[in-house]
């Protein structure tokens, strides 16, 4: 995994004096009176694969555009390597991007698409085939070189699109939902090999998806973008563990998010009762928020455990367990999903792993306890 | 549908029909008329109705007499006028296509790469010159053209000029005329191929260094290629044997094989050289035509 080795590494964005090699400052981008990139600004360092990750026309894909120089900035500027790019052309920029839709040439093979970008720039005939056989073989199409793009299945396009991309070197590689187009068992396995093959290269790779699995396995940080702005950029467990408001709890993987009031607000904990729960909330860390004030208590459903038994108190009293009924059932094999209905009508999903394959079975209309650790719900203002 | 059955029980089905109709049109419109054409090339002239000679004859009264005649293509080939009309028209169908080409070329990109909305109003302006007759049209180039015309007229008032230029009857009138009464059958069929090209090939292109008219001339010319020799193919052949535009703007000089052919039809009466002109000039096309459907059969296996 992209993040395995992060104890080991440095990580640049916890340290105030590192370079960063791509800057976004302040970029706005208007198209009329909609503004589809809104004063965002992200510092982007070298290595690193960051994913852009949003709903489409979130304002991810154009701010990838604006790296690769297709939209001028309406204001900002954005540096590569502390080089200003404003007002320089697509074709001056030490960027290469790989297409949603490939963009292969068609009426080229696969060796002329990717010796394309290293012919325009002058380079010896001699290199050009050196190394764009090189690439062919690192993406593993040595023996296509002379396929057009259309006897090629989507996978080998994509590594082709992949290779015309890299084979130029460039100082950050912008990559627009690079996997989108590939069927799962395929883009899991492709997810693995783009982290190999960027690990190899050294390439900073900028990475624009909607897919927040993708964005989590390709990752080292993750900038969640929401009506043109980053609303939150950290490590994958960061976005996913501790999520700075309710939209990227939600968006990155699913979640219970319950509505409720401050009870008691201490330095160690706080108390949170949700009419919406029927129960209080218990969280063993303090936040920071008015007293008082409407907040909402955000719960992943694998970190809620559910058992036909009164569970053991989590020492404070009631907090933290409620009963439901099971109204609905999902077996996905490896785990399966509960859609528990409360006594006061709002529905708490949980997963289970099915660590057993003989095991009493929670079926429907059964009625269950659910509880979670004190630690397990974050609590977010907004 | 009550029909239908019984034509079937017959071993007629509707697709049988609806395969059968145009190949019937195409039989009776164009297979007879040219078996006539071909027949009367072989005969000779006469002064009878119709002015030539028959092909078959009865030759006392059990046998029948062919008789071809194969002086008329000799003729042609003889006569300097013909084979000097067949190359002029080559050369005027060639530059006119040229001609339709650098102008038709940045109208139909124009067009493909403009919004949804402009390009159906682009199009329709493209295609309104039909709604008028050929005939009006070129007529009208007269009034524009002549000493007296329009032309003629602006530039003495604005000083450009201070004698009316001659050029009705000229060469370059009837090259005006032609670019311009087949400019829209280069320009759709183009605009068609270009409309379904992927732009943002043009944006990889960019990002992989070309400035933007390398990548016109990397990416999108080698991928219009077909839509170019389609719609140049399209102007060519009938520009070849075009008649009414050289016969009204060309003047006098203007030898094309279309002209040729109206005067041996209509002046000398000479129908059995007519005809032989009309099958040479078929002949002449047909290789175009075959590589025209050629074009299109890629085409639209391309475009799967």
């Known amino acids: 995994m992209a993040n395995s080795g992060e104890a080991a590494k440095a990580v640049p964005w916890r340290d105030p004096n590192a370079r960063a090699y791509v800057e976004i400052d302040r970029v706005t981008k208007s198209f009329g009176d909609f503004k589809a990139v809104d004063d965002v600004s992200l510092k982007i360092y070298k290595g690193e694969i960051f994913c852009l990750l949003g709903a489409s026309g979130c304002g991810k894909t154009t701010l990838l555009r604006m790296l690769g120089g297709f939209e001028m900035p309406t204001s900002g500027r954005i540096l590569i390597d502390g080089e200003d790019m404003t007002g320089v052309p697509p074709y001056e920029r030490p960027v290469n991007m790989m297409f949603q839709s490939y963009a292969l040439f068609p009426h080229m093979n696969v060796e002329q698409n990717v010796a394309f970008g290293l012919k325009q720039d002058g380079v010896p005939r001699g290199e050009i085939a050196e190394r764009v056989a090189t690439m062919l073989d690192l993406v593993k199409l040595g023996g296509f070189a002379k396929r057009r793009p259309h006897q090629l299945s989507g996978g080998q396009r994509q590594r082709v699109a992949l290779a015309r991309s890299l084979v130029k070197r460039p100082k950050v590689l912008l990559l627009d939902e690079p996997l989108g187009a590939l069927d799962k068992k395929l883009r899991e396995h492709t997810q693995f090999e783009l982290i190999g093959l960027q690990d190899k290269l050294g390439v900073t790779f900028l990475v624009v998806t909607h897919d927040q699995e993708e964005a989590m396995t390709l990752a080292t940080r993750i900038g969640v973008m929401d009506h043109g702005e980053i609303v939150q950029a950290g490590t994958p467990s960061e976005i996913y563990e501790f999520p700075s408001s309710k939209f990227v709890a939600d968006f990155v993987g699913s979640v219970n998010i319950f509505e409720g009031k401050l009870l008691e607000d201490e330095p160690e904990y706080v108390r949170i009762g949700s009419e919406e729960l029927g129960a209080t909330i218990y969280v063993s860390h303090g936040i920071s928020a008015a007293p008082e004030a409407v907040v909402w208590a955000a719960i992943r459903p694998e970190k809620i455990f559910m058992s036909t038994a009164p569970p053991a108190s989590t020492g404070h009293g009631n907090d933290n367990i409620v009963r439901g009924a099971v109204q609905d059932i999902a077996y996905l094999g490896d785990l399966s999903i509960y859609l528990v209905k409360l006594p006061t009508g709002k529905v708490v999903r949980v997963t289970q792993p099915n660590t057993s394959r003989h095991a009493e079975a929670i079926t429907w209309e059964q009625q269950v306890y659910l509880s979670w650790d004190t630690s397990s719900p974050v609590v977010v203002t907004r | ?304």
């Open chain 2, 1 to 304: 549908m009550r029909i239908l059955p019984p034509l079937s029980k017959v071993g007629v089905s509707g697709r049988g029909l609806v395969v059968t109709l145009p190949y019937l049109w195409l039989l009776l419109f164009f297979v007879v008329p040219f078996v006539i054409v071909l027949k009367i090339s072989f005969s000779d002239v006469d002064l009878a109705i119709p002015p030539y000679t028959p092909l078959l004859e009865w030759v006392g009264k059990n046998s029948l007499a062919i008789k071809l005649d194969f002086n008329n293509y000799a003729f042609l080939f003889t006569d300097p006028l013909y084979v000097h009309a067949f190359l002029n028209s080559v050369k005027v169908a060639f530059v006119s296509t040229v001609l339709c080409l650098l102008i038709g070329y940045p109208i139909a990109y124009g067009i493909a790469r403009a919004t949804p909305t402009t390009r159906n109003i682009l199009l329709l302006l493209v295609v309104l010159p039909f709604w008028t007759s050929l005939l009006l049209r070129v007529y009208a180039w007269i009034g524009l053209l002549k000493a007296n015309g329009v032309i003629n007229n602006v530039l003495l008032a604005l000083g450009v000029i201070h004698e009316p230029l001659n050029m009705l009857y000229t060469p370059f009138a009837m090259y005006v005329g032609i670019v311009y009464s087949y400019l829209p059958f280069l320009i759709l069929p183009l605009y068609a191929n270009l409309e379904k090209m992927d732009w943002q090939l043009l944006e990889a292109a960019e990002d992989l260094g070309c400035r933007p008219w390398q990548a016109f001339y990397k990416i999108t010319l080698p991928l219009s290629r077909n839509g170019v020799l389609a719609g140049s193919m399209l102007v060519f052949i009938p520009a070849v044997g075009e008649f009414v535009i050289p016969a009204l703007l060309g003047g006098p000089n203007a030898l094309m094989i279309g002209r040729v052919l109206w005067d041996e039809f209509f002046s000398n009466r000479a129908w059995p050289v007519a005809s032989a002109v009309a099958i040479v000039l078929l002949l002449l096309l047909v290789p175009f035509m075959m590589w025209y459907q050629s074009v299109q059969a890629r085409e639209s296996a391309s475009a799967r």
